[in-house]
């Protein structure tokens, strides 16, 4: 009796020990999820900046004239009078393509056409003849009749043969090319016996191109969303990769008005507007056609507006919810679609504000935008501390009341803020 009496009690101790550590355990996790957690946060404070919208793109350099040099006549090269890189003047001789089988041509054409001018002048005299002998009632109604019809088809023939001559005579031209314009030939593609084919209806072969290289443009492609930004006289910072650490300025000339669309009808589907940039060529610089480069084009500008890092501004569910009763079972279907609708629509801008050692959403109004910061629209915002970082923080972690500790050492800062630590 007595050793079961103590084998109760052993197993009473221990059954009383667990359920203490239990109990221990148990206010351990009530009151560790009940403790707010801290999280480590970088902020910066709200101040007036100037921002600057701009829309950046890639293109190439290219001149602003330059005229693509086409045979227009088959045949044989047997003169080019320029080489490539020559500066040529207007109406100097560039390519003498072999001209005797239209030399040939322009003889039988000058051959036929003194054959009609004989056969003209002879129908002429008969028609004045018989026309005199008519008049006298010598010759018959249907006498006169043939000799009109006989010099009206000499008279035809004699402006078809004239037609043919002159035809021939501009043909005959052609083989002889002079450059249209001052310039420098920037591309030949052509050499000196080579054979090239040409022909009134359709384009020849490529000869040469001359280029004004004085007068140089960028020509970049622009997205559909962005190419309604950009306007007539806009400001452009033009990047050469020839010529790194140096930006040029340009301006907007020409904005396209039909698109250009790569990968047309897949995934990769991307619609662009040609926009040109007349770039200004400092002293020095000699920018050659098909240079790559990049601009920043600069849309529009707001001076002195309160201004927050861009990436400090993400959105939240407004604080009151509207209540919304349970839809019908037929209508259950369009009412999660205008309801997820209505979720989006509903959702707030708002920046996260640092308020002894916790933040507190204010929502804002977004503007003009620059590549590090948002031109903001808030009240009682000029001044504050506003989270900046770290991203995932801002667009996930924190709730209006969070706990933040913040730690901004380590962190580069930018612009006036970073002016004023230094100082």
Known sequence: MA???????????????????????VLLVILGSKRDTVLTVQT???????????VSATGKIQPEVQVKINAEVSGEIITLAVREGQRVSKGQLLVHIKPDAYQAGMDRAQASMAISEANLLKAEAEYKRVSELFSKKLVSQSEMDI?????????????????????????????????PMDGIVSQLNSELGERV????????????TIADLSRMEARVDVGENDVVLVSVGDT???????????????????????????????????????????????????????????????????????????QS????????????????????????????KKEEEKLDEVI???????????????????????????????????????????????????????ENKNVKRTGASAEGEKK
Request: proline content about 3%.
């Open 44 to 54: 910066e404070k709200i101040q007036r900046r100037t921002i600057t919208q701009l």
């Open 313 to 340: 501004i993400t959105v939240r569910a407004p604080k009151e919810e509207m209540k919304v009763e349970a839809p019908a079972q037929g209508e259950a279907k369009m009412t999660e679609t205008k309801a997820k």
């Open 236 to 310: 452009a910072k033009v990047e050469v990769d020839s010529y790194p650490d140096r930006k040029f300025i340009g301006t907007v000339t020409q904005i396209a008005n039909t698109a250009k669309s790569r990968g047309l009808g897949t995934q990769d589907e991307v619609t662009n507007f040609e926009v040109r940039i007349r770039v200004v060529t400092p002293e020095g610089v000699h920018f050659r056609p098909g240079m790559s480069m990049a601009a920043d084009i600069e849309t529009q500008t707001h001076v002195n507006v309160l201004a927050v890092p861009i």
């Open 197 to 208: 084919s040409g022909s009134t209806f359709t384009q020849g072969t490529q000869i040469m």
């Open 147 to 179: 000799s009109k019809a006989t010099y009206q088809s000499a008279k035809a023939s004699g402006d078809q043969s004239m037609a043919s001559l002159k035809e021939s005579k501009v043909t005959f031209s052609k083989t002889t090319i002079y450059a």
């Open 352 to 406: 996260f504000v640092v308020d002894n050692g916790k933040v507190k959403t204010v929502s804002v109004k977004r503007g003009l935008s620059d590549d590090a910061y948002y031109e903001v629209k808030g009240e009682n915002i000029e001044g504050v501390e506003v989270v900046s970082g770290p991203f995932k923080a801002i667009n996930r972690d924190l709730e209006n009341g969070s706990v933040v500790k913040v």
């Open 3 to 25: 050793t079961n009496g103590k084998k109760s009690r052993k197993k009473l101790i221990i059954f009383s020990i667990i359920g203490v550590v239990l109990i221990v355990l």
